[in-house]
């Protein structure tokens, strides 16, 4: 059904101008965050949403596409992007579906966090995340086809078919799989993705024979990261955190800070390479290692505002990059 649309209403691939910054889909979750084992917040969490709605407190025009149910939680979910000045039109409340929550467990003596499915207080096992569906994707196929940037952090043949709709209408598809499931759906995506961000440690040895003409953003934890694309590599040397409270996060403010630049740029999609995206890279590990001094993952959002962001994305400084 949405391949039809598409062919119907699709001429040229690429627009000059787009209604849309960013739109996303993916895990988007409340995190319940133990500090020490107390429960001492709650705040919307996951990949896809920490990177959503920190791109919509930086004033960029975002539109999340997310199943989420028709709770207490999901209404939680849907304030903060709302408070955020995200555009919450595509985010459906299922009725009969819970929204996925997350527990954080963090050691404040040492930044050390880990997540669960489980309820540190009740033992019982937390709701878990839902795709968006064939129908969402077609009522958002005029945001599909007119966003600059389209973000996932999951994979389904639903949000495949949204990753296909946005790349033929020339936008840069930004994709942070946490896994490698379903192999041919997996190829299929690659195919459409633009930038391909991954963990060295959790997805480097099934990406590691790679071929596909898209630019990879590698992170190796608090030692760097490496940009790839042909036959050229980049390392950028990670940005010492003023201090360590929560690592949680890191990741997103680099995808944060990587999409931003890539915005304020107007950098289109055939123009990436790895060099090209170094100063968006750069300002987002600025930005990871300033929120490392707060927890949560979007700590220093919370604590310092947006406006500090915004600087600290801004800023120029020296850092340590080196082609090889």
């Known amino acids: 059904m949405i391949e039809g649309i598409l062919n119907e209403n ?16 993916g895990l988007t979750v409340l995190d319940r965050i133990y500090a020490d084992g107390d429960l001492t917040d709650e705040a919307l969490g996951g990949s896809c ?8 407190m930086l004033h960029r025009n975002v539109v999340p596409l997310l199943m989420l149910g028709d709770d207490i939680e999901g209404g939680r979910l849907v304030a903060e992007f709302v408070k955020a000045g995200a555009v919450v039109d595509h985010i459906h409340l299922k009725s009969g579906t819970r929204s996925p929550i997350i527990a954080q467990e963090l050691d404040t003596a040492s930044g050390h966090h880990d997540f669960t499915f489980v309820c540190p207080e009740t033992s019982e096992e937390l709701p878990r995340y839902v795709p968006i569906g064939e129908d969402e994707v077609a009522s958002a ?5 007119q966003c600059n940037v389209f973000y996932a952090d999951r994979l389904s043949a639903s949000i495949l078919r949204a990753m296909k709709a946005a790349r033929l209408s020339g936008a840069i598809v930004f994709f942070e799989p946490s896994d490698v499931d379903h192999d041919d759906m997996f190829t299929e995506a690659l195919g459409l993705v633009s930038i391909l961000k991954y ?7 099934q990406l590691a024979d790679l071929h596909h003409d898209c630019v990879r953003i590698v992170t190796y934890g608090a030692a760097g990261l490496e940009v790839r694309h042909d036959d050229n590599a980049v390392w950028c040397s990670a940005i010492d955190a003023p201090s360590v409270l929560d690592t949680c996060g890191s990741g997103d403010m680099v995808s944060v800070g990587v999409i931003d630049w890539m915005l304020s740029s107007g950098i289109r999609a055939e123009e990436l390479c790895a060099s090209v995206l170094i100063e968006g890279i750069v300002a987002g590990q600025r930005l990871a290692a300033e929120n490392c001094a707060f927890a949560g993952a979007r700590g220093l959002f919370k604590h310092c505002g947006p406006n500090y962001a915004r600087a600290v994305l801004g800023e120029r400084r020296t850092y340590s990059a080196a082609t090889r």
Do not use: E, I, K, P
């Open 141 to 145: 196929l005029h945001v599909l086809t």
């Open 199 to 205: 963990s060295v440690d959790r997805l480097g040895s």
């Open 10 to 25: 699709m001429g040229t691939s690429t627009h000059l101008q787009y209604l849309f910054d960013v739109a996303g889909t």
């Open 49 to 56: 949403g920490n990177v959503l709605v920190s791109l919509a």
